[in-house]
C-alpha cells in the first residue's frame, strides 16, 4: 500500500538516499538487505526521479542521485499530511495516539524532553 505516495521499494531507495545524500544506482543497491536486480534498482530511481523526488548528475558514465529536497522538508511536508488526514489538524490528537500506541516505552528521559518542549512551546505562544 502507498501510504505517502511512494511504494515499499521506493520508501527503502529514498531512505537510503537520504542517509548517504547523493549515491549511485550500485551504491544504493549495496545499502539494500535484500536487492532487486540492478535494472530494477536503475527503474526505481527513474521512477522516483520523474515523480520529482531525486535528481542525477553525470559522474563520468554514472549517475550520481541525490533528493531535490532535504529530509526535514519532506518529512514535514508528509507529517502535515498525516495530521491533516487522519487527526483533524490537532497537534494533540497525535501526541495523544503516540503516547497511546501499545508497545509505546517511554523512559524518563523521553518523558523530559516531551515536557520540556511542551513548555517551550508555551513560552512562544504556540
Not at 529536497?69 to 508528509?78: L, W, Y
Not at 502535515?80 to 497525535?94: G, I
Request: proline residues 4%.
Amino acid at each position: 500500500m502507498k501510504k505517502d505516495g511512494f511504494s515499499r521499494r521506493e520508501r527503502e531507495v529514498m531512505d537510503i538516499i537520504y542517509r548517504h545524500e547523493r549515491l549511485t544506482a550500485a551504491e544504493v543497491m549495496a545499502e539494500m538487505p535484500s536487492p532487486p536486480s540492478y535494472s530494477s534498482v536503475r527503474s526505481t530511481l527513474s521512477i522516483l526521479e520523474q515523480k520529482g523526488h531525486l535528481h542525477h548528475e553525470a559522474d563520468g558514465n554514472r549517475y550520481v542521485y541525490f533528493p531535490t529536497v532535504r529530509r526535514a522538508q519532506a518529512r514535514r511536508t508528509a507529517l502535515d499530511r498525516l495530521v491533516s488526514t487522519f487527526f483533524e489538524n490537532s497537534p494533540a490528537q497525535v501526541v495523544t495516539a503516540l503516547l497511546e500506541e501499545r508497545g509505546s516505552e517511554l523512559t524518563d528521559a523521553d518523558l523530559s524532553e516531551l515536557s520540556g518542549l511542551i513548555d517551550r512551546a508555551r513560552e512562544e505562544g504556540r
